[in-house]
């Protein structure tokens, strides 16, 4: 059969032979045992309703082994045969052009090259899930290549409950991920509903199909890392000689170093595993590993004395590094950390003296000593982080969650008002203020036509655009328009391409639409093919997350949702070919709700309508919340956005002076 006659049959008619797991490829964890016999009775009842009833009696029992060995029914039988990568969006059958586009992000989203464990469907975080299991991809991708540009395809955690008739101008699809009743937002729940097969993690941008591989954060990293700099030096110095320390070379941390080199700093980067410190250093997203403290103390005396700009991972716990370096007084100048701390008890965090090895003991056999361990050492880690702050190191949380569960437990890390942190989050203090509230945010493109000369013409296209814009830019946006016509500029060379021909850049809502526009224009005079349009959650408007993206909001809403609600609700009737919403992200189930979009631009007038509307509303949306929190940047940035677009009427907030509140409670 033929890839398109494949998709076509969706399930396939007869039942498929079991395939051998593929060897060398980097398997899901073994989820938690937590079903009762009961439920799991039920988990494989609802495997099976996939499937012809002839079937039940032979998958029953391989549905139950699944569940035993890996905590989750996976339907690995089920795995096509083809190879799942982001095809030329021509050779997907369809009858709309803008399914074929769905269909081409969804195989990028499980590309092995892109996902971190593929054949259980997960792209990226550990759990950011695309689909539960195997028949809802077949599913979905059948429902794909089927439907019509007056259908919609409403998909339930990865579950595609099916074609309803609506209109040309409607999304072509509309997802939920993990969206739970409040009160059964705990991480437990998602352990057990997601066994039973009836919810997922989509994380943030896996299970809306736009991730695209390591490019976005290493751009996010690098703005944050600069940025950050920007926050302690005096006019006219530069990071050269600085010291950045941090932990973490995992899937998303691993780009700190890549980050560091091109913000032009000394990057120390702690990781306690040796395979993922010597994975990335392999790759050449960081340029020296060392073993021992001592070692690392010479490497980075010389990388001072020599003004180099160089990034080394110390194969090791990173609470020794901010112990040792107060004691030889070694002064770092950026601090941070992005060890997984919003799984804190299964393996995100490694305790200070416990060996790698041990500590992965503890987890299985006794897990409530490791939680005694791990908390014991982030107490320790933020005792040692304390004493760097106090002789001038500027410290910020990376949104994993270090600052809530050092908080948790007892560490000092509290302000004196006892409700605040000590420290500010990186979106408190960088990415908010200096990004999101004038409405820049990742806004990404993928060209679908798979021709790397499409993605090179369209950086060039982008270049001239912001270079344009910038000209009659204000000086409050001016540092971030240059850092993103440098970063276009050089995206080529930084080869950061893996999967589909995507690039992303930080853009307002007038870059993007600009952008977008002239990507249209491109599309119709036939000098590029269709591009998809999208973006990271983690920006402006997507994502109510009250220890990250929202964490610069200080009205009291930062526990609210309602912005990324109206973000996708919003998006939906604006001309969005598919949105989603998801419950949880990077800092865990239940701490966040966060969405997405994406757009395919085909070069007709319906698209540029479409983009236009959409984009503006996209990013407005949350400067607008962002300036009723009283957030002056978000202030200028909706005031600027009312003078020049005569529909727009957005409630403004009387600012209330100090001396009226002081005396009244
Ligand atoms: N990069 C970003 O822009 C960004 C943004 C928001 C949040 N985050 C958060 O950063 C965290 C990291 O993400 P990831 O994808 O890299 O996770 P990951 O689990 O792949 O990597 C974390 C790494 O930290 C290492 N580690 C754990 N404890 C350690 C210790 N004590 N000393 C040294 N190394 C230790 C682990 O071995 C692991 O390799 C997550 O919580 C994520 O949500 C990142």
Known sequence: MTFQEQILQGIPQDLPSKSKYPEGVNRAPKRKDILSNDEKRLAVQNALRYFPKNWHNALASEFAQELKDYGRIYMYRFKPKYKIYARPISEYPAKSVQASAIMVMIQNNLDPAVAQHPEELITYGGNGAVFQNWAQYLLTMKYLATMTN???LHMYSGHPMGLFPSSKNAPRVVITNGMMIPNYSQPDDWEKFNALGVTQYGQMT???????????IVHGTTITVMNAFRKIL???DNPNEKIFLTAGLGGMSGAQPKAGNIAKCIT???EINRKAATKRHEQGWVDVLVDTMDDLISRVIQAQQNKEVVSIAYIGNVVDVWERFDEEDIFIHVGSDQTSLHIPWTGGYYPVDISYEESNRLIREEPEVFKEKVQESLRRHSEAINKHTEKGTYFFDYGNAFLLEASRAGADVMAENKIDFKYPS????????????????PFRWVCTSGKPEDLDKTDEIAAIVLQEIMENSPEEIQLQMQDNITWIKDAKKNKMVVGSQARILYADAEGRIKIAQAFNNAISEGKIGPIVLGRDHHDVSGTDSPYRETSNIYDGSKYTADMAIHNVIGDSFRGATWVSIHNGGGVGWGEVINGGFGLLLDGTKESENRLKSMLFYDVNNGVARRSWARNDEAMFAIKREMERTSNLNVTLPNIVENKILKGLF
């Open 150 to 152: 007056e259908q919609t």
């Open 206 to 216: 896996a299970g809306s199909f736009m991730y695209i591989g390591p490019q976005g």
């Open 234 to 236: 005096q006019k006219g």
């Open 268 to 270: 120390i980067a702690a």
């Open 426 to 441: 990186y979106v408190q203090d960088i990415l908010g203020p200096m990004c999101f509230d004038y409405g820049f945010g």
